[in-house]
């Protein structure tokens, strides 16, 4: 892995043993980086996935368990359609050229959200990378593509009464049991939030599995985010002190 002399300082600070497990992150200000360099929105799109490339590889290499990407939210339908389009190009860009390193590095591939809506191109794509990876034991990388979070929990709901027993009048749902419903099933909650682009807020993102995960947010937008921003966010987190709700242990 080349690192620069300030991103191999910062590595050094950080305790390798105490990585977060699953770091997710809502890759945000992709369009407000073109506007700033007077581009089309499409090219801040572009260098968001050259990113992507990056930040993939350098969580693999630093041993992260989970990285989960917010790519497409339901809402985001609501953009023009050539925006929509554009963005509908990327997973399989993306896929064609980053499949074979994925496979190497032992990573699997995973999707998060409503394959039903997302284009033919976009599936093939993705079920490719599944079945490619599917055996792999290293990093799961998921993407989040068409997900809204509201949308997955109505989803497990509705999985969660077509299983319940006939002429059942209690029914005990646990949180084991509504959270293997949740396309995250299987997948350890988020220990690390990233959100680039400034903007505080959760955009309807893994609204149930965030309940408990550490918040890290940058006015850095998405092209700009590089793995001395990542490394930054580690060693915040290293610092924090996760209660869960306890009193304190210092
Ligand atoms: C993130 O960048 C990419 C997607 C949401 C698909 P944006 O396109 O939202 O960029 P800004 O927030 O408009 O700058
Ligand atoms: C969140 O970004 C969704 C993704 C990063 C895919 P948005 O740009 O859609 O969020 P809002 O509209 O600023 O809340
Ligand atoms: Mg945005």
């Not at 770091?23 to 506007?35: E, K, L, S």
């Not at 988020?190 to 309807?204: A, V």
Request: aromatic share 10%; proline share 5%; charged share 25%.
């Amino acid at each position: 892995m080349q690192l620069n002399p300030e991103e191999k300082e910062t590595l050094q600070k950080i305790d390798r043993r105490l990585v977060p497990a699953h770091v997710a992150i809502i890759m945000d200000g992709n369009g407000r980086w073109a506007r700033a360099k007077g581009l089309p929105r499409s090219a801040g799109h572009r260098q968001g996935v050259e990113t992507v490339r990056e930040i993939v590889r350098f969580c693999s290499y630093l041993g992260i368990k989970a990285l989960t990407l917010f790519a497409f939210s339901t809402e985001n339908w609501h953009r023009p359609a050539e925006e929509v389009n554009f963005l509908m190009s990327l997973p399989e860009q993306y896929l064609q050229t980053e499949l074979p390193e994925l496979v190497k590095n032992n990573v699997m591939v995973k999707l998060l959200g409503d394959p039903q809506r997302l284009p033919e191109q976009v599936t093939r794509a993705i079920d490719e990378g599944l079945a490619a990876t599917a055996k792999n034991s290293g990093m799961t990388l998921s993407f989040a593509l068409n997900y809204g979070a509201r949308m997955e929990i109505l989803r497990a709901v509705e999985a969660l009464i077509r299983d319940l027993p006939e002429n059942k009048d209690e029914v005990a749902v646990s949180e084991e049991l509504f959270a293997a419903h949740l396309y995250t099933a299987g997948l350890p909650d988020p220990d690390l939030l990233i959100r680039t682009g400034g903007e505080y807020r959760i955009s309807n993102f893994l609204l149930w599995q965030l309940a408990y995960s550490e918040l890290w947010f940058t006015p850095v937008y998405w092209p700009d985010f590089s793995k001395q921003h990542l490394l930054e966010a580690i060693t915040e987190f290293q610092q924090r002190e996760r209660r869960y709700g306890r009193a304190s242990g210092k």
